[in-house]
C-alpha cells in the first residue's frame, strides 16, 4: 500500500464490526484503517487503503485474501487463515494460529505467534519475538538476532538461523538449511535435519536417526544417540550471481536495481552524511575494496523495500549500480545488503512498487 505523492492521506478509526462492515470498497484518497476495537472477522480488500490493528484491538478471524499492513502495540489476532496476509506484526501484538497459506512478512519487537502450520509462511523473525510451534508444511526464511522458536515438527522447514536466535526442539521430518551465528538449538530429533555453518553454533542434544551437516565449520552435539554427524570441510562461497538469484534482484542496461532507506532529508542512518538525492551519483568517500569485508567503507543497498526495513524505515530510494560497483561478502551474515563504490539514485518509491 502507498500515499499518492502529492497526495493526502487520510486515517478512520474503527471500533466495531459494524464501523468496519459499513466501509466502502474504494477510497478517493488514501486512507489508512486503523481497527482499536473488538471485530468479528476481517475478510475484505481495500482499493487505495491500508489496515492497521493497533492499541487492544483484537480480531479473532483474518481470512480470504485480507491484507492486513501492520498489528502492533498490544493488539490480538485469534486465526489467520486462507491466503490472507500480514505485512508486520510488533510491539507486544499476540497472533493466535497461522494456517492455510497465510502469510507474514516480520515478526519482530517481542511480538508472539502460537502456531504457524499448514502451508503458512512467515519470512523474517527477529528483535525478542517468539513463536511457540511451527508444524505441517509450513515455512519460514529467516530466524534471527534474539528470537526464539519453542517446537518444530512435521515437515516445517527454516531456511535460516543466525545471530543468537534460539530453537527448543526440531523434530520428525523438520529441516533448517543454515545454522549461524552463536544460534543455539537444544534438542534435534527424529529424522530432522539441520546444517550448520558457524562454529559458535551450539547443539545441545541430538537423537533418533538425526542428521547434523557441518558446513565449513567443526562441530558435535553435546549428547547424541544415533546422529549421524557429517563434517564437510568446504562450504560454497557467496557470490553476486547467488545474491541475484536469492532475491530476484531486478537488472536494467546491465546495472542492478537495488534500494536504500534514508532520512526525510535523503541523509543516510548511519552517518548523516551521505545524501541519496534522486537524480545523483552518490560515491563512497572511504571505499575499501577488500571482499572480505562486510560492514563499513560503502555504500549499504538492499534487493528490496522489505530487506531495507530490517536495517531501517524511512523513505526509500530506488538505485541503479553497476555490477563492477558491487561487493558482496562470502560469508555474510546480512545476505541481502551489498556494499557499493558508487550508485546512482533514480528516485523516491513506496512499498509495493519497486517494480514500478
Known amino acids: ?23 466502502p470498497d474504494t477510497f478517493q484518497s488514501y486512507t489508512k484503517i486503523r481497527v482499536t476495537g473488538k471485530l468479528q472477522q476481517i475478510a475484505r480488500t481495500f482499493i487505495n487503503a491500508e489496515i492497521n490493528v493497533s492499541g487492544s484491538a483484537s480480531i479473532q478471524h483474518v481470512s480470504g485474501s485480507a491484507s492486513i499492513q501492520d498489528v502492533s502495540e498490544s ?12 505485512q508486520d506484526v510488533s510491539g507486544s501484538a499476540s ?14 519487537e517481542s511480538a508472539s505467534v502460537q502456531d504457524v502450520y499448514g502451508s503458512a509462511s512467515i519470512q523474517h523473525v527477529y528483535g525478542s ?10 515455512s519460514i526464511q529467516d530466524v534471527s538476532e534474539s528470537a526464539s522458536i519453542q517446537d518444530v515438527s512435521g515437515s516445517a522447514s527454516i531456511k535460516r538461523v543466525y545471530g543468537s536466535a534460539s530453537i527448543k526442539h526440531v523434530s520428525e521430518s523438520a529441516s533448517i538449511q543454515d545454522v549461524s551465528g552463536s544460534a543455539s538449538i537444544q534438542h534435534v530429533s527424529m529424522n530432522a535435519i539441520i546444517r550448520i555453518s558457524g562454529d559458535s553454533v551450539q547443539i545441545s542434544e541430538a537423537r533418533q536417526s538425526v542428521v547434523l551437516i557441518y558446513q565449513g565449520c567443526q562441530g558435535q552435539p553435546q549428547h547424541q544417540d544415533d546422529a549421524v554427524i557429517v ?8 557470490t553476486l550471481e547467488i545474491f541475484i538469484k536469492t532475491y530476484d534482484v ?27 538525492e534522486p537524480g545523483t551519483v552518490v560515491e563512497c568517500r572511504d571505499w575499501d575494496p577488500s571482499p572480505d569485508r562486510e560492514c563499513g567503507s560503502g555504500l549499504h543497498l538492499s534487493p528490496s523495500i522489505e530487506h531495507c526495513k530490517r536495517f ?8 541503479e549500480v553497476a555490477i563492477a ?17 558508487r550508485v546512482f539514485v533514480v528516485g523516491e518509491v513506496h512499498e509495493n512498487t519497486e517494480a514500478a
Open 95 to 108: 497472533i493466535q494460529h497461522v494456517s492455510g497459506s497465510a502469510s507474514i512478512k516480520h515478526v519482530y
Open 1 to 23: 500500500m502507498i500515499t499518492p505523492r502529492g497526495g493526502t492521506m487520510q486515517t478512520i478509526e474503527i471500533k466495531t464490526q459494524a464501523e468496519f462492515d459499513a466501509l
Open 75 to 86: 493488539a490480538s489476532i485469534q486465526h489467520v487463515y486462507g491466503s490472507a496476509s500480514i
Open 325 to 341: 560497483d558491487i561487493l558482496v561478502h562470502k560469508r555474510p551474515q546480512y545476505p541481502y545488503k551489498v556494499r557499493c563504490k
Open 129 to 138: 519475538a517468539s513463536i511457540q510451534d511451527v508444524s505441517g508444511s509450513a
Open 231 to 238: 563434517n564437510r570441510t568446504k562450504i560454497a562461497d557467496f
Open 312 to 319: 531501517r524505515a524511512g523513505k526509500y530510494m530506488r538505485c
Open 250 to 276: 531486478q537488472q536494467a542496461d546491465g546495472k542492478l536495481i537495488l534500494y536504500k532507506s534514508v532520512r526525510d532529508d535523503y541523509t543516510d542512518f548511519y552517518s548523516g552524511t551521505v545524501k541519496y
